[in-house]
């Protein structure tokens, strides 16, 4: 065997970046919506869009810093729109915008009643 067999060499030059079959890392278009719905025990969920067009994300696709299980349906969240000819539309690297603030909606809250 050659020494460059052995160290590797041979190796790293055959898969070399940019190659056929070698999986790139896909970007997709800036895009906005609102979480409309979590599938937690399946690990995915669903944006909305403005033209309320639904984009299926990944608990995977979330960006470092942002938690799936953290996220809230009706949460503003940016990410790349990765429109997939074969499996459809998907996002990528969501990031929560901002929250909505659920005290003001009265959601999980509770008055307390006098008698």
């Known amino acids: 065997m050659s020494p460059e067999y052995i160290y590797g060499a041979a190796r790293r030059a055959a898969s070399?970046?940019?190659?056929?079959?070698?999986?790139?890392?896909?970007?997709?278009?800036?895009?906005?919506?609102?979480?409309?719905?979590?599938?937690?025990?399946?690990?995915?969920g669903y944006i909305r869009l403005s033209d309320d067009r639904e984009i299926y994300f990944h608990r995977s696709d979330s960006r470092e810093g942002t938690a799936f299980n953290d996220l809230q349906i009706g949460d503003a969240v940016t990410f790349e729109l990765?429109?997939?000819p074969v499996s459809g539309a998907r996002a990528l690297r969501v990031r929560v915008h901002s929250r909505i603030d659920r005290a003001d909606e009265g959601i999980g809250h509770v008055d307390s009643v006098d008698e």
Do not use: Q, S, V
């Open 16 to 44: 070399a970046p940019g190659e056929p079959g070698r999986p790139t890392d896909p970007r997709g278009r800036p895009a906005a919506g609102h979480i409309a719905k979590i599938l937690f025990g399946h690990g995915h």
């Open 82 to 84: 990765l429109e997939d």
